[in-house]
């Protein structure tokens, strides 16, 4: 047989096995035939996937010429899975697992990654956009959907990477427009030392309770850690030399900050004070700062935060709240974002700018107003009123516009520039009259009394 009569008899036919329809082709990776059923016994339905079977079939054959090699997409999840977990956190790990389980359900187990396209994505982003929050049972929020498509996106580009696609699909898909709002709550300097004198005359000494409230908030406020870098922050960090914190990551206590990212925090007296209070309290069996009863790192301390606010008769916060002070104080005395960003551990200072920009000094309005005075007031035309000479800018209002209609009392103009927009429409219907004697004439309209009576109304 020569090779066209071979090719011809190598392509896929369409069978009937039993009562269902199926497809019997050549299987190049297992090199024998092979049998996929249509699942169905109408030859109408048959011939239409048949069809579809072909052109997948093309396309396999095509991507395997450009190198791509087509995955599907229960494995390719579980592939992102193991490598976002070498590289990200394990708190962000555990969102994205969470995205991965409402991923398989819209696309499909055994959907290949090479029919992924920008509209299902799409598609997927407006389902998303239907559900509702489990805990305030009201629409999602854009900011959310977009958190879920940012790490699509990203799984599909790793793809590309991977060779399991030629081109991601998700960068032909934008953002929804975020319409998140920044609320910054921290604590003014009144309301940190309430905090801290309360914690001190009213201690509690259960064991199970967190005591060192005054140390925490006192350190807290004074270098900006999150919550977890506070829990897991231990004396070797110190460097008491130099007066710098370290931020790390520690695999003994299977700790990590956000993003992986250490940082040096230089340490004032207010937090120098606040860790050499916390030295002696310090439990044999560990290096931790703060630590249970038996030297153990704490899990929580949210619910005995709030029983401090609730004491002190403050407004319910979470204890990020003293992060957010920490970085808000700082904006407000006029501190660079540039610097905030790395005190903070921000990952772009566009990201502080959107906490606490607001928060800095008005410098805008400071500047402009280095304008005022004579460069301004020589740009402004003469007729409009001087209000730095009288006392009452009113009259002078008064004295130099005109008020052009009775019933808008605030529509003024220019006396002068309304005497000639008068006088030009006058010689205007002047010129295209038969004669000076027009009683729309220029000269007529000079001897009308309305005109003649115009500085009275407007002085009136």
Known sequence: MDGRKQGEAMKPCLV??????????????????????LGTSKRAVADQRF???????????????????????????????????????????QLVNQFTRKW????????????????????????????KCRVKKTQISNATVNRDLAALKHMLHKAEKWGYL?????????????????????FSL?????????????????????????????????????????????FTDIDWESGVLHVRNKKHLNFSPKSRKERRVPLNDGAISA?????????????????QADGTPWKSILESFRSLLKRCELKRHGIHALRHTFG????????????????????????????????????LSAAVRQLEGALVRKSLPNSLPNCTKSGNPETEIQK???????SSPRCYVPEPALLAGVAKLAYAADSKSAGVHSPWGFKSLLRHSSFNNLRWDCDR
């Open 51 to 93: 069809g579809d079977f072909i052109k997948d079939l093309n396309k396999k054959k095509f991507l395997g010429d450009l190198g791509v090699e087509p995955i599907s997409f229960n494995k390719l999840v579980a592939e992102f899975l193991n490598y976002m977990e070498s590289k990200k956190a394990p708190r962000y790990v």
């Open 104 to 131: 398989i359900a819209f696309f499909g187990e055994k959907t290949l990654s090479t029919a992924i396209t920008p509209r299902l994505i799409e598609k997927y982003a407006i389902q998303r956009k239907k559900e």
């Open 328 to 363: 808000a104080h700082l904006a407000q005395r006029g501190v660079s974002m540039a610097f905030i960003r790395d005190l903070l551990g921000h990952h772009s200072v566009t990201l502080t700018e959107k906490y606490y920009a607001h928060l800095a000094p008005n410098n």
């Open 166 to 186: 030629e081109v991601s699909p998700g960068r032909q898909v934008e953002l929804l427009t975020d319409d998140s709002t920044v609320r910054t709550d921290y």
């Open 16 to 37: 009937k096995r039993g009562k269902q329809y199926a497809v019997k082709y050549f299987n190049d990776e297992k090199r024998r035939w092979s049998h996929q059923s």
């Open 400 to 406: 130099s516009v005109a008020l052009l209609t009775r």
């Open 275 to 291: 860790l050499r209070s916390m030295f002696p309290k310090k439990h044999a069996t560990t290096d931790l700062v703060f630590h």
């Open 190 to 234: 009144d309301q940190i030392e309430t905090l801290i004198s309360t914690s001190e005359q009213e201690p509690h000494f259960h064991p199970n309770h967190f005591n060192a409230w005054p140390e925490f908030i006192r350190l807290d406020v004074n270098t900006g850690l999150r919550c977890q870098e506070m829990l897991f922050l231990e």
